[in-house]
């Protein structure tokens, strides 16, 4: 890709496609820090319905100096609308008689029987499974991209949740590993002399159910975007009470919801 390809699709990053989003990859394997590369290579993944979309982004946001600034992007008009795809003309078809029908039928059933007894048996119940996932994965839309909303920033937000650093292992010092018992054995000396009580509790008091004032804030922020960075994350437990939430904020789409969860439950029952 020149520069005045790369101009261009500044200018009209709506006219990028496959080939387009394809060539990126080398300006951002050379640049990684090229912030408008990757950006427009976000809305090529995003309008191709490419499944590296989603950790595209995650990428790209380890990249990205000010996550605002992104997340304004993504959202934005230019990067969410899609171009309507024309309708193909139809091809014209080839009409054969029905004799030629029936010998046809009976060419790939025998075709279809032989390949079968060549293969290696495969058990009815594997099968079953795998298309069953396959289907649930499907109608979940997991692995198509997110389309987050400009009022949904805590959606975006849960998702940005890089993978956790994992804590550094250093090796042990046998000269700190005494000194570390030594410690918790004065602690405990410390507090035998000490001899701290429990004051008992005022019955009196006031007790707050900090528990209630949390949930209007937490059931406000469900969204079905929401629901659905869970269902990438594979937070299936959290999905299905994010759907269950929704139930009760949007009752006239429950039956949605409800089908959903269901769905959820058995790909988590084939994945056990």
């Given at each position: 890709?020149?520069?005045?390809?790369?101009?261009?699709?500044?200018?009209?990053?709506?006219?990028?496609?496959?080939?387009?989003?394809?060539?990126?990859?080398?300006?951002?394997?050379?640049?990684?820090?090229?912030?408008?590369?990757?950006?427009?290579?976000?809305k090529g993944l995003n309008k191709t319905n490419s499944f590296k979309y989603n950790q595209t982004l995650k990428k790209t946001a380890a990249y990205t100096i000010d996550r605002k600034v992104l997340f304004d992007f993504i959202t934005s008009p230019i990067f969410i609308s899609k171009e309507k795809n024309?309708?193909?003309?139809?091809?014209?078809?080839?009409?054969?008689?029905?004799?030629?029908?029936?010998?046809?039928?009976?060419?790939?059933?025998?075709?279809?029987?032989?390949?079968?007894?060549?293969?290696?048996?495969?058990?009815?119940?594997?099968?079953?499974?795998?298309?069953?996932?396959?289907?649930?994965?499907?109608?979940?839309?997991?692995?198509?991209?997110?389309?987050?909303?400009?009022?949904?920033?805590?959606?975006?937000?849960?998702?940005?949740?890089?993978?956790?650093?994992?804590?550094?292992?250093?090796?042990?010092?046998?000269?700190?590993?005494?000194?570390?018992?030594?410690?918790?054995?004065?602690?405990?000396?410390?507090?035998?002399?000490?001899?701290?009580?429990?004051?008992?509790?005022?019955?009196?008091?006031?007790?707050?159910?900090?528990?209630?004032?949390?949930?209007?804030?937490?059931?406000?922020?469900?969204?079905?975007?929401?629901?659905?960075?869970?269902?990438?994350?594979?937070?299936?437990?959290?999905?299905?009470?994010?759907?269950?939430?929704?139930?009760?904020?949007?009752?006239?789409?429950?039956?949605?919801?409800?089908?959903?969860?269901?769905?959820?439950?058995?790909?988590?029952?084939?994945?056990?």
């Amino acid at each position: 890709m020149n520069n005045n390809e790369f101009t261009y699709l500044l200018q009209h990053p709506e006219n990028i496609d496959a080939l387009k989003t394809q060539q990126l990859n080398e300006v951002i394997s050379e640049f990684p820090y090229f912030q408008s590369a990757r950006a427009i290579q976000l809305k090529g993944l995003n309008k191709t319905n490419s499944f590296k979309y989603n950790q595209t982004l995650k990428k790209t946001a380890a990249y990205t100096i000010d996550r605002k600034v992104l997340f304004d992007f993504i959202t934005s008009p230019i990067f969410i609308s899609k171009e309507k795809n024309e309708i193909e003309p139809l091809e014209e078809i080839e009409v054969i008689d029905h004799e030629d029908v029936k010998a046809l039928h009976k060419k790939i059933t025998d075709s279809f029987f032989s390949k079968n007894a060549e293969a290696e048996p495969v058990t009815f119940q594997k099968q079953e499974i795998s298309k069953q996932e396959e289907i649930a994965t499907d109608v979940l839309g997991i692995g198509k991209p997110i389309q987050f909303v400009s009022s949904e920033p805590h959606s975006f937000n849960e998702w940005m949740q890089l993978i956790a650093q994992k804590p550094i292992v250093r090796e042990e010092n046998p000269v700190s590993k005494i000194e570390e018992i030594e410690e918790k054995f004065n602690l405990i000396n410390k507090f035998i002399e000490l001899n701290p009580k429990i004051k008992p509790v005022d019955k009196n008091a006031i007790n707050f159910n900090v528990t209630m004032e949390d949930t209007p804030e937490n059931e406000s922020l469900m969204t079905e975007t929401l629901a659905k960075v869970y269902l990438e994350q594979k937070k299936y437990e959290n999905a299905v009470k994010a759907y269950r939430i929704l139930i009760l904020k949007y009752p006239e789409k429950s039956g949605f919801f409800a089908d959903r969860i269901n769905t959820i439950k058995k790909l988590q029952k084939n994945k056990s």
